[in-house]
């Protein structure tokens, strides 16, 4: 889109896994790097569907980064040495979830009120030094300037790259990004910054790194999952859109378990964000259908009116 700027897939819980990711891939494309949602510890152990959703195998022909969630080293160990055994060479680590059972234990977004947490992470990361990491972070929990409780993270580990969403925690995903504060932190970050918040079209994407060329890049997570097309605008046709939800809809089928009423939460669930303007009278359909075979209905109507 802009030459020597990455586009970067952000990581949605209950959304982007493998799945969706490797369809996407195959649909659309227009994706440096797909980052996988949050791993995390639960009763000492790292949870399997975390496992399974970074498996290499699961994610056939696509560049991935894992994401860790872990507010005590120990947790961080752990996730690390899992994901170096599978191979990989980059880890993401989750400082912006604004999630508020997570953030207000320290996890996430909540860590950036809590500096000695932060340096902690410093030694773990040392012990992987042929990995590359990355943070992906908020302005602040409550306060816009905790942002700056990374930086000294960032002078004495071997961070990649950092991902800023301009959003405070507690904002959650509500008002408008503080877009304003980009250039002070492309100023005192030393690493290569990339661009979150309310990235929403191709158009704005290349007004942001127009007007801020020391930026790397962005990374596009609502807006991308809303509309999959959204970095390849050719494709935005039912045919390609019916394409993705096929090839989602088979391989949740296989990789499902728990029967229809699974899958059909499953695909009801994406159904809450994606394509939100399309025929209203299909998507409550969709919305309501009680069986694979109403929801069946419902898609091919609103695909093949």
């Given at each position: 889109?802009?030459?020597?700027k990455v586009i970067l897939s952000a990581p949605i819980q209950g959304w982007t896994d493998?799945v969706w990711r490797t369809a996407h891939a195959q649909v659309f494309g227009g994706v440096?790097?797909?980052?996988?949602?949050?791993?995390?510890?639960?009763?000492?152990?790292?949870?399997?569907?975390?496992?399974?959703?970074?498996?290499?195998?699961?994610?056939?022909?696509?560049?991935?980064?894992?994401?860790?969630?872990?507010?005590?080293?120990?947790?961080?160990?752990?996730?690390?040495?899992?994901?170096?055994?599978?191979?990989?060479?980059?880890?993401?680590?989750?400082?912006?979830?604004?999630?508020?059972?997570?953030?207000?234990?320290?996890?996430?977004?909540?860590?950036?009120?809590?500096?000695?947490?932060?340096?902690?992470?410093?030694?773990?990361?040392?012990?992987?030094?042929?990995?590359?990491?990355?943070?992906?972070?908020?302005?602040?929990?409550?306060?816009?300037?905790?942002?700056?409780?990374?930086?000294?993270?960032?002078?004495?580990?071997?961070?990649?790259?950092?991902?800023?969403?301009?959003?405070?925690?507690?904002?959650?995903y509500k008002g408008e990004a503080m877009l304003e504060c980009i250039d002070e932190t492309?100023?005192?970050?030393?690493?290569?910054?990339?661009?979150?918040?309310?990235?929403?079209?191709?158009?704005?994407?290349?007004?942001?790194?127009?007007?801020?060329?020391?930026?790397?890049?962005?990374?596009?997570?609502?807006?991308?999952?809303?509309?999959?097309?959204?970095?390849?605008?050719?494709?935005?046709?039912?045919?390609?859109?019916?394409?993705?939800?096929?090839?989602?809809?088979?391989?949740?089928?296989?990789?499902?378990?728990?029967?229809?009423?699974?899958?059909?939460?499953?695909?009801?669930?994406?159904?809450?964000?994606?394509?939100?303007?399309?025929?209203?009278?299909?998507?409550?359909?969709?919305?309501?259908?009680?069986?694979?075979?109403?929801?069946?209905?419902?898609?091919?109507?609103?695909?093949?009116?």
């Amino acid at each position: 889109m802009i030459e020597n700027k990455v586009i970067l897939s952000a990581p949605i819980q209950g959304w982007t896994d493998h799945v969706w990711r490797t369809a996407h891939a195959q649909v659309f494309g227009g994706v440096d790097a797909y980052y996988a949602p949050f791993m995390r510890v639960e009763h000492g152990t790292i949870r399997r569907r975390d496992l399974r959703d970074i498996q290499p195998e699961n994610n056939p022909d696509i560049h991935v980064v894992p994401q860790v969630l872990a507010c005590k080293a120990s947790d961080m160990e752990q996730m690390l040495q899992a994901v170096a055994d599978m191979g990989y060479d980059e880890v993401d680590i989750n400082l912006g979830c604004p999630h508020p059972p997570v953030a207000r234990k320290g996890y996430g977004a909540g860590m950036l009120a809590r500096p000695d947490d932060l340096l902690q992470l410093t030694e773990v990361l040392s012990h992987y030094p042929t990995v590359r990491f990355s943070l992906k972070l908020r302005l602040g929990w409550d306060d816009a300037s905790q942002w700056r409780n990374v930086l000294p993270l960032l002078a004495n580990a071997h961070i990649d790259h950092v991902v800023m969403h301009y959003r405070l925690g507690v904002q959650q995903y509500k008002g408008e990004a503080m877009l304003e504060c980009i250039d002070e932190t492309l100023e005192a970050i030393g690493c290569p910054v990339i661009l979150n918040g309310d990235i929403d079209s191709p158009e704005q994407i290349k007004a942001l790194l127009t007007r801020h060329p020391r930026a790397a890049g962005v990374m596009v997570g609502r807006a991308l999952v809303a509309a999959p097309a959204l970095l390849c605008p050719e494709c935005a046709t039912m045919a390609h859109y019916s394409d993705f939800h096929d090839r989602l809809y088979e391989q949740y089928r296989q990789e499902l378990t728990g029967g229809d009423h699974q899958i059909l939460n499953k695909m009801q669930s994406l159904w809450e964000r994606m394509l939100p303007d399309a025929a209203p009278r299909a998507r409550k359909a969709i919305r309501k259908a009680t069986s694979l075979a109403r929801y069946e209905q419902a898609v091919a109507q609103l695909f093949n009116p």
